[in-house]
């Protein structure tokens, strides 16, 4: 009787209808209609462009150190002039947003995907699970970082950028992973969450069909915060002298290096570059995130 | 409540324990020990003697385990070791250390939140507004400068392009009034506003959000309607419901204010904790590792457990259990 | 650069080295100070120190290079050197050896008074020698001095706290005499020189266990030096004022302010005068020229940088060994170019183990090794390294890529070896830079390296060799202990043998005579240019910026001397 | 006969049951003191015997707190049951897990309050209802298609409501498609707990009336949950009345409303809006506050409020009686 039903039914359901808008494309729509956010948008575009073919503004290698032309100030052949290696300051400032960046999003995708799993298990399971794993976190979270960063460093004795991508992984996760695991522990007793366990759907289903798709615009958010927090680190890693090798370009590594009293004062041509990238590059991941929070969450802008 | 707290306080226990050991793991996991650099050194006479008896009697040939009980048989009866770097008890260079760095911590702290409160409230007012949009501006771009590169910035400014404000150190020496309540104070501003301002936005930003929510929540709307004038509501209602919050993400950021110190320390020559742990580090100085780092996780176990209680205070609906 | 390049700078010379104050000198062979009338306005000087002091003030305690910077202003030694690099008199005025030269006989000056107008007397320097060989003392990392009293009769080993060594003779209250096992033309002046006198009346009735955790290590209220700790605020900051009983006259400068200044600031504090002394970077000299009321000085140092080889290698250690393979090194790297583009000039080329400022140095070690990628290829290739695709191969045909290792934390050292791999690559030696290490863990694997297992072949590090006619057997020696290069120096024995020879030779009776002596260093320091143990690179200056109203410092290789004349002229 | 031996002895004879529920008990328990020990129960439903028939409509009233949601949940084993047993036609599912959980499950669904936050925002209407029968293999990917048109316009809604989102939607129309999404197994069971509550009061006619047409159209019974006696009486053939986790009035809805024997019942009737004015009624006000579930009164649980109070009341708990034939009650007033 009920297939009878089904099909007397699906001629009326023929006609054709106004496309629908998901909600995540309404709030892509929110997103473009922000003006600061897609400002960001296009100079974050800007910016990895120029780091993924520096090629196109400068032909020299920002590796080969020139014995014979070093801390030169700025002349038509380097216009940002030469640093104490003899590299070319703005090879190394086109160059060297690839360090930074990389490590900011390999770091903020690697905290977020440990962070996610981890806090998501938590937060999943709760319970006894849920305590040990939280018990676990409070002990990473009160590690001073920067410590860890050296004593990491120490031993796994290694100083790249992937080390870097590593260590801020391991070490930043623990945030996170809270964050998370407490908006998953909210998650759990959703309506729509309890009526698909009524359906019988399995964990993962719930897991991956309705509590991560439900906290992914969460974590959209918490990733772009992250990448902002992460471009400044090498930076300050950097000055600590904890950072990438020399031979690597980074803007962490020219600023560090040019932050004393007499380079501030008379080679703005040394640093401002690397500071403005920095400044900017963090300003417009901020302003990403700001938008994609207000796109995704539109009461928050009340 | 009391039972509430010692049982935290108690809880705490076990996971100081999980961190000393994971401490002691990791700091004998690195390479080389304090007294390493010795036998380099062309002035130390039979330093390949001194250096085994130094070893010795530091008790770095034991096994691990050995180690960490001897550590912690001598932490339970109060000792913390002596420094190998600085050549005096742990316990006298935390001592020494820790005060510097509370000073900071809490200086920016109070800095954070009489500047980002009121303009938080404000922005929250005027929603969208003028100020509220630059405000916001300003904030954010705060917030993406570097810190190092900020503090820097403001030595340049107030210390040698105006010389109004010392370029580092706590106090003033050599001079009559040095140590006085002002001389400290002159010290204190700069690495405070340096280590004040990235986290000004942030709590900016928390205030304007919860702020809002509050306003619109319907307590607000009903003490409205009952006539209460605004600056009335705005200090009776909405601003104590919306501190609270704040002044529990304080509890939260201890640690991360004393870790971010570090930096901050190095650039003012700011004889605090994170300069301490650092160099403990880089000097392999076992002893003052683990004294910092414990102290470190106490403190930021005392953080939560001070946020946890506010934040019981503030939403009854949180339970002690 | 920044923070850690400070903490190496006890080992590491490169940049910044600390300005280490030579307090003595000899009135009578000095001239005059020019009485400027000295109604300055300023009476305080501040000096910067690059990184924190430590917490123990009372002499040789610590083991931080500035914290005897500040107990060196406070405590004079009986001897010191002058800036010609001559052992001199201090708190002694006269000394004169036995027949047999085992025993030194000393007389204290009449001028050698505490701060508080007490004569210091033979009980204070016995105190000073107990001091250094008891037990209590030798429970830390014997500081910045070391065993220095091993060499005095019933001293070989440390003693009962409070015990006399039965070397040590208290004569008269101004008289005393040393007795030392062995006959050692360097033992006065490498050893025996920097006794400290220490306050028999605050210190002699203190065990010496307890002296750590005295007031007196905190704020040490009496002194012999020209400058007495008045206060102290720990890791920032010490204010010393002037001793008016001060052998050699009360200092000009009422008070002198060490301060812990980030080398960031430094320069800043400098110009705008927070600051009155301290050491530069290289390339500030020419920006800091150019700033009214700022004068510079260079000075050479007694240290040099080196570039290490593991001659125990298990990979490359029998490439290492031949001694063509080095001196190849050594003309492939253009010194002259570093210096100019590391030191911006300021600095000397190095060609054997004394730098040239070194009282010993040989003058006939000149211009040996001059840049020459041509001989450097001729050596290699006749050491049996052949070409292949571009690059080198051991002579066994096997792929040559030697790797440096270098610590982290100094961008100089960095950069030194960017440009030391660029100058072996030209000679198709296919060099890797390993990613830079903590400093810890470099010393850690150079330490334990017996069977050559350890990663590092070859190492980029600096030596600062101290002031004074120094005795270079602690680091050439083949026995001694941190000097890993020679130790594992295995082919040929013959050469080791003679090393040794020549250097016990330098210490032996017939030395006390100088051009004995000389000729011996001579030979010796000839050997090593010609065996190369290390490739010696440069001698970086010491670079000082100091205010131009500032006068009467003398700087030397050796440091700044005589603060007691330093005086302010209104600018 | 008490209600719990005629429920028992319709178990074994009668098997028009569909749903019984023995002396089911929910206990959540508090934590407290320096170790963290368990230190009393907060006794959410205490003892509640029930049963349903094929085809039957129960409703669940009582105040918030009452335990009748928790009862709602037991019953479609979202929450475990602390003591007592569930029986579904015919099978004890009360501590069935996993798959046998899942397939079962299939039998039972639920209709939830608030329809805005019982839908999954980010999938469409189409997978929301498809869901269902996707995760029980249901057919092939077109037959679910099939289906969901056909549950969709069930529920009186066009078939291109597949495509969009439920913020497209109003709460009513959000209501109808999580019926739908109730129905795509076609249970025999279905629990709506407060299903009209968050609606409007011209709506919830609309969601009742569309509750009773399916009911005959597929055969369904329904364990109907509300605070709201109104909507209660509406759809509902027999009515339980819980008070403190327990229950204590169960009878026919004509008998119920026409002559309810617990004081309480009575007090919750007398308070309740009369759609006729006509109808005039002595207003049972009743006095204090509803006690705290982990700390119950003694007895019967009533006698702290209740306007007819007897000695025996403070220390006997009631036993379930039948008054009346169907008519059960728990008051020591009819006993």
């Not at chain 2, 109060?78 to 770097?85: F, R, T």
């Not at chain 3, 000299?285 to 001659?311: D, E, H, M, Q």
């Not at chain 4, 009773?212 to 109907?224: H, I, M, N, Q, W």
Request: hydrophobic content about 45%; charged content about 15%; glycine content about 8%.
């Amino acid at each position: 009787m009920d297939s009878q039903v089904v099909q007397g039914q699906v001629g009326k359901a023929t006609a054709s209808v106004a496309k629908s808008k998901s909600p995540f494309r309404l709030s892509m729509e929110r997103f473009f209609h922000n003006p600061l956010a897609v400002a960001g948008l296009i100079i974050l575009v800007l910016i990895i462009f120029i780091t993924l073919f520096p090629q196109v503004f400068t032909h020299y290698n920002p590796s080969t150190p020139d014995i014979m032309n070093t801390d030169s100030p700025p002349t038509s052949l380097h216009p940002l002039g030469t640093d104490a290696s003899g590299y070319d300051n703005l090879a190394r400032l086109l160059y060297g947003g690839r360090v930074d960046l990389t490590v900011a999003f390999a770091a903020a995708f690697m905290t977020m995907f440990l962070g996610t799993l981890y806090g998501g298990i938590s937060g999943f399971f709760g319970g006894w699970v849920d305590n040990l794993m939280m018990r676990f976190v409070d002990v990473m979270l009160n590690f001073p970082f920067i410590i860890l960063v050296l004593v990491m460093e120490s031993i796994l004795n290694i100083a790249s950028e992937w080390m870097l991508v590593l260590i801020v992984g391991i070490t930043a996760w623990p945030g996170p992973a809270r964050l998370i695991r407490g908006l998953f522990l909210q998650l759990r007793e959703q309506d729509y969450v309890i009526g698909a366990r009524t359906i019988g759907a399995s964990r993962w289903r719930i897991m991956f069909r309705h509590m991560l798709p439900n906290s992914m615009s969460f974590i959209i958010v918490l990733v772009s915060f992250q990448v902002a927090g992460y471009v400044g680190i090498d930076a300050a890693l950097s000055y600590l002298g904890l950072g990438v090798p020399l031979s690597v370009p980074s803007w962490g590594g020219i600023l560090s290096t040019t932050t004393d009293y007499l380079t501030m004062t008379t080679e703005p041509y040394a640093w401002l570059p690397p500071t403005i990238m920095i400044v900017l590059t963090i300003l417009s991941v901020n302003f990403i995130g700001d938008g994609l929070r207000d796109a995704f969450d539109p009461q928050s802008q009340a | 409540m009391a039972a509430y707290i010692i049982r935290r306080l108690l809880g705490m226990i076990p996971t100081l324990f999980v961190i000393t050991v994971i401490v002691f793991l990791l700091m004998h996991a690195m390479p080389g020990n304090a007294f390493e650099a010795l036998v380099f050194n062309p002035k130390i006479k039979n330093a390949a003697e001194v250096y085994k008896r130094l070893v010795a009697e530091n008790g770095l040939n034991q096994s691990l385990p050995v180690q960490y009980i001897h550590w912690i048989n001598n932490l339970i009866h109060g000792n913390l070791g002596i420094s190998s770097s600085l050549n005096m008890p742990v316990s006298e260079a935390i001592g020494t250390y820790l005060p510097n760095t509370l000073i900071l911590a809490i200086t920016a702290e109070i800095i954070i939140l009489v500047i980002s409160l009121p303009i938080g409230l404000y922005q929250a007012n005027k929603v969208n507004g003028k100020l509220d949009v630059s405000t916001s501006f300003v904030a954010i771009f705060l917030y993406s400068i570097p810190g190092f590169v900020f503090a820097l910035v403001l030595i340049f400014l107030f210390s040698f392009l105006e010389k109004w404000l010392p370029s580092s150190g706590t106090v003033t020496p050599g001079i009559a009034t040095s140590g006085s309540l002002g001389d400290r104070l002159t010290h204190l501003i700069l690495p405070a506003l340096s280590l004040a301002l990235p986290s000004m936005a942030y709590y900016t930003r928390l205030t304007r959000s919860n702020t809002l929510s509050v306003i619109v929540a319907d307590f607000v709307r009903t003490a409205r309607a009952k006539g209460l004038r605004r600056p009335r509501v705005m200090f009776r209602h909405v601003l104590r419901n919306a501190i609270i919050p704040i002044v529990t993400q304080f509890g939260f950021d201890i640690g991360g204010l004393f870790g971010g110190a570090v930096l901050i320390e190095q650039i003012f020559t700011w004889p605090g904790m994170g300069e301490l742990s650092f160099n403990a580090t880089i000097n392999r100085d076992y002893p003052l590792i683990l004294g910092t780092t414990l102290l470190f996780a106490v403190m930021v176990l005392i953080g939560n457990l001070i946020a946890d209680i506010l934040l019981a205070i503030s939403d009854p609906r949180v339970r002690y259990d | 650069m920044k923070k850690r390049q400070a903490i190496l700078s006890a080992l590491s010379v490169i940049t910044l080295s600390a300005l280490i104050a030579g307090t003595g000198g000899a009135m009578a062979s000095a001239k005059t100070v020019k009485q400027h009338r000295v109604s300055s306005s300023q009476s305080t000087i501040t000096i910067a120190l690059p990184s924190a002091f430590g917490p123990n003030l009372i002499p040789a305690l610590d083991s931080s290079l500035y914290t005897a910077q500040i107990t060196n202003y406070q405590f004079d030694p009986i001897l010191t050197v002058n800036p010609q690099d001559q052992l001199i008199g201090d708190l002694v005025d006269k000394w004169w050896y036995s027949k047999d030269k085992k025993t030194i006989y000393f007389h204290i000056s009449p001028k050698a008074l505490w701060s508080n107008g007490i004569h210091v007397t033979s009980k204070d320097v016995e105190l000073g020698v107990d001091w250094l060989a008891s037990k209590s003392y030798n429970t830390t990392d014997q500081g910045e001095y070391g065993y220095e009293v091993n060499s005095i009769v019933g001293a070989k080993n440390p003693i009962p706290d409070g015990t006399t060594p039965s070397g040590f003779k208290d004569i008269s209250p101004s008289e005393f005499s040393i007795t030392t096992y062995n006959v050692d033309a360097t033992n006065l002046s490498a050893n025996l020189q920097f006794i400290q006198p220490l306050p028999y009346f605050e210190l002699g009735k203190l065990p010496m266990s307890q002296w750590k955790t005295s007031a007196f290590n905190k704020l040490p209220n009496v002194g012999s030096g020209p400058y007495i700790v008045k206060s102290v605020v720990p890791g920032q900051s010490v204010t010393m004022t002037a001793n008016p009983y001060y052998l050699h006259g009360k200092p000009l400068i009422d008070t002198t302010i060490y301060k812990v200044v980030s080398p960031d600031v430094v320069a800043g504090d400098l110009v705008s005068g927070q600051v009155n002394l301290s050491g530069i970077h290289p390339a500030d000299v020419a920006k800091l020229k150019n700033v009214a009321g700022i004068s510079i000085n260079i000075s050479p140092t007694n240290g040099y940088s080196f570039l290490g080889w593991r001659l125990n290698n298990a990979v490359y250690g029998k490439e290492f060994s031949n001694v063509k393979f080095r001196q190849a090194v050594e003309y492939a790297i253009n010194r002259q170019a570093l210096i100019q583009a590391i030191d911006k000039g300021y600095g000397k080329p190095e060609n054997g183990p004394l730098p040239p400022v070194n009282f010993w140095y040989n003058n006939a070690l000149n211009n040996t090794y001059p840049y020459s990628p041509a001989k450097a290829n001729q050596l290699l290739d006749q050491a049996g390294f052949k070409i292949k695709n571009g690059w080198r191969t051991t002579p066994d045909g096997k792929p040559f890529t030697p790797t440096l290792t270098i610590s982290s934390g100094d961008t100089n050292i960095q950069i030194e070896a960017n440009f030391i791999k660029q100058f072996l690559n030209a000679v198709h030696i296919n060099v890797k830079i390993l990613p830079p290490i903590n400093f810890n863990t470099l010393l850690n694997q150079l330490n334990n390296d017996a069977n050559g297992k350890q990663p590092v072949q070859g190492f980029f590090m600096g030596w600062s060799l101290g002031s004074g006619p120094q005795d270079p057997r602690p680091l050439w020696l083949s026995n001694a202990p941190f000097n890993t290069t020679v130790q594992d120096w295995q082919t040929p024995k013959s050469v080791l043998a003679q090393s040794d020879k020549l250097l016990n030779e330098q210490a032996s009776a017939q030395a006390y005579s100088d051009t004995y002596r000389k000729n011996v260093l001579d030979q010796w320091q000839v050997l090593m240019n010609q065996q190369m143990p290390t490739n010696f690179l440069t001698m970086d200056d010491t670079l000082t910026a100091y205010s131009s109203n500032l006068h009467g410092v003398v700087f030397t290789d050796l440091g700044t001397f005589y603060p007691w004349k330093w005086y302010f002229t209104s600018k | 006969m008490s209600l719990a031996e005629k429920e028992l002895s319709n178990t074994t004879v009668n098997h028009a049951n569909l749903l019984e529920l023995h002396h089911v008990k929910k206990y959540f328990p508090i934590m407290g003191g320096v170790m963290r020990r368990k230190v009393g129960e907060v006794k959410a439903v205490d003892d509640v015997t029930f049963s349903l028939m094929k085809g039957e409509t129960l409703g669940l009233v009582g105040e918030s707190g009452c335990g009748k949601s928790t009862t709602g949940r037991m019953i479609m084993r979202v929450l475990d049951v602390t003591e007592g047993q569930i029986v579904f036609d015919g099978q004890d599912i009360t501590s069935v897990k996993g798959e046998r959980l899942r397939r079962l499950r299939q039998d039972f669904q639920m209709v939830f309050q608030d329809p805005y936050s019982s839908l999954n925002p980010r999938m469409s209407v189409g997978a929301l209802i498809a869901e269902p029968l996707i995760v029980n293999k249901k057919g092939s990917h077109s037959q679910i298609k099939d289906q969901v048109v056909s549950l969709l316009e069930t529920v009186g809604l066009s078939a291109e409501a597949r495509i969009r989102y439920p913020h497209e939607f109003s709460g009513g129309q959000r209501q109808r498609i999580a019926i739908a999404r109730a129905l795509a197994l076609r249970p025999k069971l279905i629990v709506a707990d407060e299903a009209v509550s968050a609606l409007d009061v011209s709506i919830q006619a609309q969601i009742l009336n569309l509750l009773a047409d399916l009911r005959k159209e597929f055969g369904l019974s329904y364990v109907f949950i509300s605070h709201n006696l109104a909507v209660v009486k509406h759809v509902s053939d027999r009515v339980g009345v819980m008070y403190l986790g327990r229950l204590v009035e169960l009878a026919p809805k004509s008998s119920l409303y026409a002559t309810p024997l617990h004081p309480y019942t009575q007090a919750l009737l007398s308070a309740a809006p009369e759609p006729s004015r006509t109808v005039k009624r002595e207003r049972i006000v009743l006095v204090g506050d509803v006690p705290s579930p982990a700390n119950p009164p003694s007895g019967c649980a009533f006698h702290t409020r209740c306007p007819k109070v007897m000695e025996v009341c403070r220390s006997v708990r009631p036993e379930m009686n039948e008054y009346q034939p169907g008519h059960f009650v728990a008051c020591h007033l009819y006993s």
